[in-house]
């Protein structure tokens, strides 16, 4: 095994183990977070939305990332993944960034384009 291997295999160890917890958390905080009632007015309703479709980008991302980590590397040479590679997650994860850092404006120039 190369070392860029072996150093794959360490961070697929490390997100295994971190990462249930982390979407744990994660979900807890979009529970809590959806548990308020949404805002009348409109401009904040969009931003509350906007919110909550973040926090879920984020937990989808999470999951990816974990079944990754769980994926037998002998699974992952011969393409057992189901089609996921990392640069899939990579994009997964951009995309969720880009969510949580979107702005309730442009979401709605961008719907009405």
Not at 15 to 37: K, N, S, V
Not at 58 to 65: S, V
Not at 99 to 105: E, G, L, R
Request: hydrophobic share 40%.
């Amino acid at each position: 095994m190369t070392q860029k291997h072996t150093k794959l295999a360490d961070i697929r160890e490390q997100c295994a183990q971190d990462l249930p917890g982390r979407i744990d958390d994660a979900f807890a905080t979009y529970r809590r977070y959806i548990a308020e009632p949404p805002p009348g007015d409109p401009k904040l309703f969009s931003a509350y939305q906007a919110g909550a479709k973040a926090a879920l980008a984020h937990i989808d991302a999470l999951t990816k990332l974990a079944r990754w980590a769980e994926t037998p590397e002998a699974d992952i040479g011969a393409g057992g993944r189901g089609g996921d590679d990392g640069e899939s997650l990579l994009a997964a994860a951009r995309a969720a960034v880009g969510a949580a850092t979107a702005t309730p404006d442009n979401e709605a120039e961008d719907e009405n384009s």
